[in-house]
Every structure is written in structure tokens, then in C-alpha cells.
């Protein structure tokens, strides 16, 4: 099957109201060449929808090819078969990766600035939103003067301000402690909640996933291919004990052979 990329589609005035715009992947598949040998099949047949302004979590085992679907949302790979509809999209990975000699408004200012705003202005716009994400008082620490959680606040506002319908999060929390992660999911719900975008959440934590998503999409081992997709049908906010909660982590767990 030839590979089709296809332009990525501006949001329509529907989806901008309801803050993201809609995804389609269909029969993606996506292999890394290897020196010898056949390469390694990172996705199989992958296909997925995201309505606009829904959260979508996707777990799996590591090596599923989480990450590498993120990337193919961001248009940072092409597939290799199947097709990609996606708006402009952002990726947050993993590590904040703050620059240590800008502050931490100036870090968060990026991408305005990338998006040629001025100094001033970008700054502007970047400090209404430190109060509402915890940051007030913090605009000129540098990231080591910063805890974790609040290096992953400033990274994530650099995400947000990036102005894109849809962001991708690979492992957004993966680095933090108990307790900040505790508080940065709670954190992560609210903010989304005043400011909507369509959200593909890559997470190893199943509980993450069914406390934060809309639905919950489980992987294969390599090659990642879809095997469930869970709708999330809990009120929030969400009780990590929860009966309801409980029960959705655990039906997860059992699709990706970790019964506890």
C-alpha cells in the first residue's frame, strides 16, 4: 500500500469553539531500517480517531511505538504506509528541556518568540497565565531554581503557548515524584479545562491514563497495533479510588497482561 501524507488541515470554525480539531490515522504503519536485516517495525496498521477537543490517552509496553506515533502526529516522521490527517501539532516530550540561561517566562515566551513576537510582547502574553498555572512570583527563576513539577508547568505553558489545536504529550509526568505527580494530573485537568485543545496523552501509568482521558487507547506489543479502545465514562473530577476508576484501570491492566 503506498504511503499517503496528507495536508495537514486547518481547523475548522467548529472545532477552534471547541478548542482542538479532529485526528485521523488510518493503516499507519511505520518501520526504523536497521544495518541488517528487515528494520524494526515500530507501528502496524494503526488506526485512530480523535474527535476535536477530546483527550486521548495511549498506553502500551514500552517499545510499542508510543513515541514514534506522537512524532507522526507532530509531522516529524512520515509513515511508511497508511495515512496521517492531522492541524498543526506540538509535542511536549519527555524531559522539559527548559534552556538553564532563560528564565523561566522567557523560557515558556519561546515558542512566541519562534513565532516572531517581540521580547516584550511575548513576555506579555506569557506572564497572564503564570498566576492560573501556579507560577506567580517564579517569572525570573532560572529552571534550577525551579522544582520538577514546576519546570514541567513552565514547559508545558511553552507547549500551550505554541497556539497549535492539538498537543501531543509523551510522558509528560514520567519524571516526577509520587506526590507532584498527584498534583500535576490534577494540575494538567484543570488547566485543559479553561484552555481546551485536542490531546493525545502518551503515559506507562494506567491510571493516569483513566483519571485525565476521554478514552483510553491500549497498544500491542512491537509492532504497536490497536488492540482496545476504552471510553471513559466518569464524571470528573476523578478519584484515583474511585470504584468506577478502580475498575477501568484494572480492565487495562488485563488488556495489557499486567493483572495486579
Known sequence: MATE??????????DSARGGAEIILEGVSRTYPAQSGAGVEALAGVSLRARAGELIAVVGPSGCGKSTLLELLCGLQSPD?????????VLMPQRDLLLPWLSALDNAALALRIAGLSRARARERAARLFGE?????????????????????????????????????????????????????????????????????????VEEAVLLADRVVVLSPRPGRVI?????EIERPR??????????????????????
Do not use: N, Y
Not at 470504584?243 to 491492566?253: G, I, S
Open 228 to 232: 482496545a479502545e476504552l471510553e471513559v
Open 133 to 205: 498555572l501556579g507560577l506567580d512570583g517564579f517569572e525570573q527563576a532560572r529552571p534550577h531554581e525551579l522544582s520538577g513539577g514546576m519546570r514541567q508547568r513552565v514547559a508545558f505553558l511553552r507547549t500551550l503557548l505554541a497556539g497549535k489545536p492539538i498537543l501531543c504529550l509523551d510522558e509528560p509526568f514520567g519524571a516526577l515524584d509520587a506526590i507532584t505527580r498527584c498534583e500535576m494530573q490534577g494540575w494538567l485537568a484543570g488547566t485543559l479545562a479553561r484552555e481546551p485543545r485536542t490531546v493525545v496523552l502518551v503515559t506507562h501509568d
Open 239 to 260: 478519584v484515583r479510588t474511585g470504584t468506577a476508576v478502580v475498575a477501568l484501570r484494572e480492565q487495562a491492566l488485563r488488556m495489557l497482561g499486567m493483572e495486579r
Open 5 to 14: 501524507l496528507k495536508p495537514r488541515a486547518q481547523p475548522s470554525p467548529s
Open 81 to 89: 504506509r497508511g495515512s496521517v490527517v492531522c492541524p498543526p501539532a
